[in-house]
C-alpha cells in the first residue's frame, strides 16, 4: 500500500464512449502525476499538477483531459479515445519542492482497453 | 522526451548471481532515484543518491553515480527470484516539473 489509490483497476471501453480514471493520495504531496505505460514501452509524462495547478502537458492529445479539484484527487477524463490508447495509466504523487529530495509514491495503475 | 536510457533492456541471471543495470542521463541532476516495477503494477522506491554522493548502500542494492559521465548503475548481489521485475531510474528535468524515466531494464532471475 502506498498511500496512492486509483480507480478503476481495471477498464474496457468503445471508442465512443467517455470515461474517467481517479487517482487519490492523502499523503500531503504537492505534486500529481499523470503517466502512459504502453507494451514494452517506457513510462511517459503526460501531466503534471502542482498546487492543483497544471505545470506540464507532454503533447497530449486533447482526447486526455486532466483534472484536478484539489491536492488529494487528479481525474483524467478519456473521450473517443483510439486503440492505440490501451495501455496501462500511472498515477503518482510527490512532494516538490518544499524538500531537497522526493521520491515518488505510484498507484497501482489502471489497465485501459478500447476497444 | 526521455531523460534516462538504461542497459541492459533484458537480463537474464541465475538465482544467486549478481544483477548490474546502468542507467545514463541528459541534464543535470540534485539526485537520482531508483524504481522497481512488477509486471502490470506501479512502481516502488527503491533508492536515491543525491549528485553529491558517490555511492550508496541499502540491503543487496548498491547504487554508483558518476555526475561526470552522466551515468548511474544499479548493482543487485545475491540475487533471488523474487526480484524479477523491471527496475528504472528516474531523475527531475532541471528546470520544470517533469519527473523523467528511464527506459527500464527487466530482469528475470531463474531459480
Known amino acids: 500500500e502506498t498511500g496512492v489509490t486509483q480507480t478503476p483497476r481495471h477498464l474496457v471501453m468503445g471508442m465512443t464512449n467517455k470515461k474517467s480514471l481517479k487517482c487519490e493520495q492523502h499523503?500531503?504531496?504537492?505534486?500529481m502525476y499523470w503517466y502512459k505505460q504502453s507494451a514494452k514501452k517506457p513510462l511517459e509524462l503526460m501531466f503534471v499538477?502542482?498546487?492543483?495547478?497544471?505545470?506540464e502537458n507532454n503533447s497530449v492529445p486533447s482526447r486526455f483531459s486532466p483534472e484536478c479539484p484539489n491536492s488529494s484527487h487528479l481525474f483524467l477524463h478519456l473521450h473517443t479515445l483510439q486503440p492505440e490508447d490501451s495501455a496501462l495509466y500511472l498515477c503518482?504523487?510527490?512532494?516538490?519542492?518544499?524538500?531537497?529530495?522526493?521520491?515518488?509514491?505510484f498507484g497501482q495503475g489502471t489497465r485501459l482497453t478500447v476497444v | 522526451s526521455q531523460q534516462g536510457e538504461e542497459d541492459p533492456q533484458a537480463l537474464s541471471i541465475q538465482e544467486g548471481e549478481n544483477a548490474t543495470m546502468n542507467c545514463s542521463y541528459k541534464?543535470?541532476?540534485?539526485?537520482l532515484q531508483w524504481y522497481r516495477q512488477n509486471s502490470g503494477r506501479g512502481l516502488v522506491h527503491l533508492i536515491l543518491?543525491?549528485?553529491?554522493?558517490r555511492e550508496k548502500h541499502s540491503g543487496r542494492l548498491r547504487v554508483t553515480l558518476d555526475t561526470s559521465k552522466k551515468s548511474s548503475s544499479l548493482l543487485i548481489t545475491a540475487s533471488r527470484a523474487a526480484d524479477t521485475a523491471s527496475y528504472f531510474c528516474?531523475?527531475?528535468?532541471?528546470?520544470?516539473?517533469?519527473?523523467?524515466f528511464g527506459t527500464g531494464t527487466r530482469l528475470k532471475v531463474l531459480a
Open positions: 503518482a504523487s510527490r512532494d516538490r519542492g518544499r524538500k531537497v529530495d522526493t521520491e515518488a509514491f
Open positions: 499523503l500531503g504531496h504537492n505534486a
Open positions: 499538477y502542482s498546487l492543483e495547478e497544471r505545470v
Open positions: 541534464t543535470s541532476i540534485n539526485n
Open positions: 543518491i543525491r549528485s553529491n554522493e
Open positions: 528516474a531523475t527531475d528535468d532541471s528546470g520544470t516539473y517533469k519527473y523523467i
